[in-house]
């Protein structure tokens, strides 16, 4: 990390902050050198992308900032609402199942709360900087 300018924080939507995941942020902190978070693993079983947020929050006494919010968890991860546009992201599939690109769409209903509850955070996080 000495010659970095930043890094690349990955938590798992399954089993959240790790042991390595407080190390990292630690040199990180001691360099101090900004960190960009991405909760990953949102396809897989027993996934939660609040907790892992959470889980950040809690154990790295940090203030994890959403960019954006998955639609849909493990086998139901559809895409993603950008918290900027508030448009859903919708991923679109190949016959082989494969990614094959993504369609524009509203928000789902179940969804508009916690969305806009996500980007108040988010707006509220930019006005203080």
Avoid at 76 to 97: C, E, N, P, W
């Amino acid at each position: 990390m000495a010659v970095c300018e930043g890094g690349l924080l990955l938590v798992s939507a399954v089993s959240g902050v790790k042991h390595q995941t407080e190390a990292h942020w630690e040199m990180a902190a001691e360099r101090a050198l900004p960190l960009l978070a991405c909760v990953n693993k949102l396809d897989k079983e027993r996934a939660s992308f609040l907790r892992a947020l959470d889980d950040i929050e809690k154990t790295l006494k940090a203030k994890p900032i959403a960019l954006q919010l998955p639609v849909g968890l493990a086998e139901g991860f559809s895409g993603v609402i950008d918290l900027i546009t508030m448009q859903a992201h919708a991923y679109l599939r190949k016959t082989d199942g494969k990614f094959g690109g993504y369609a524009l769409e509203e928000v789902p209903a179940q969804l508009v709360a916690e969305a806009k509850r996500l980007r108040t955070r988010l707006v509220e996080a930019v006005a203080e900087t």
